[in-house]
């Protein structure tokens, strides 16, 4: 199988390569950058650029496309100077991808988040609902960027995540971990309720996915239950070893925010199991694991 991964620079793009290299499939990365130090198959793909995302994946002639990339920046995007270059990345640059899928009869993973959703109640969210209206500006370019899925390709794979962390890039773990080296406490919101998402475990279900035909909406998180925030930290620096104090917070006592944050993050991962798909392992374990490969 010849998979086309775009935004191999992030966190989950990255480990999806390793995942199918290991797998003995033919892995082709993507980015905005020339070059990429970790994988030998690579293009500079820039999916704002309509004629360049045809031209590339044409040539490419993929199985299957997982599209990765994104702006992630939630803050900086309700920046009136950044909503419409969000946009283009989120929207238009998902369009432009499904465009020439649809043109080459090709699969495509979209990766989504739970900021489709607008964040309130205690429901879990379920996969196939369509009661979206996002709090911010990223949360509405990924929504476009699913509406852009859907509504051009039949052979598609949507799938929600929350809360990533992984090697390869920034992440709530590393942060936390840096200032609770630094502090002798710490203040967490304790009112966001979700699970987190490790991209090792993520890759592996979606290269799952790849290999299959059961296409459709998905949300993937890691198992272990919902938890807040403060929940996280309290286990992070506990398998970390830290002796620093974690003082729990309401969102509207932390403030600093700009882009609003949904209070409900769970979502509903059982379609998953119901159509074959192998969970992930608990966020406890992924953690676990996690800090064995980080420097810390």
Request: aromatic share 12%; hydrophobic share 35%; glycine share 6%.
């Amino acid at each position: 199988m010849k998979v086309l991964v775009t935004g191999v620079n992030g966190q989950l793009g990255y480990d999806v390569m390793n995942e199918l290299n290991k797998r003995g499939h033919k892995a082709i990365g993507s980015d905005i950058t020339e070059s990429n130090e970790h994988f030998n198959e690579y293009v500079q793909l820039d999916i704002t650029n309509k004629e360049n995302v045809e031209k590339i994946i044409t040539e490419i002639n993929p199985d299957v496309v997982v599209h990765c990339a994104a702006w992630t920046a939630v803050d900086l995007a309700e920046d009136d100077d950044k909503v419409e270059k969000v946009r283009a990345v989120n929207a238009k640059g998902t369009e432009n991808i499904a465009l020439t899928c649809k043109k080459i009869d090709c699969k495509m993973i979209y990766i989504s988040t739970d900021y489709v959703f607008n964040g309130q109640g205690e429901t879990p969210w379920d996969p196939d609902c369509k009661d979206y209206k996002p709090l911010n500006v990223y949360g509405q370019t990924k929504l476009e960027g699913e509406l852009a899925v859907s509504s051009n390709l039949d052979k598609y794979f949507i799938v929600r995540i929350a809360w990533v962390f992984g090697i390869n890039g920034k992440n709530f773990i590393k942060t936390m971990l840096n200032v609770g080296k630094k502090y002798p406490q710490v203040k967490v919101v304790n009112d966001q309720i979700g699970t987190p998402t490790y991209t090792y475990d993520l890759a592996r279900l979606l290269v799952d996915m790849a290999e299959s035909d059961k296409y459709g909406y998905y949300h993937a998180t890691n198992e272990g239950g919902y938890i807040s925030w403060y929940d996280f930290t309290v286990e992070i620096f506990k398998q970390a070893g830290y002796t620093t104090e974690v003082l729990p917070v309401t969102t509207e006592e932390y403030g600093l925010s700009k882009a609003a944050r949904p209070f409900n993050s769970r979502l509903d991962k059982s379609k998953l199991v119901e159509n074959g798909f192998k969970p992930l392992p608990t966020w406890q374990d992924a953690l676990s694991r996690y800090l064995k490969e980080i420097e810390y």
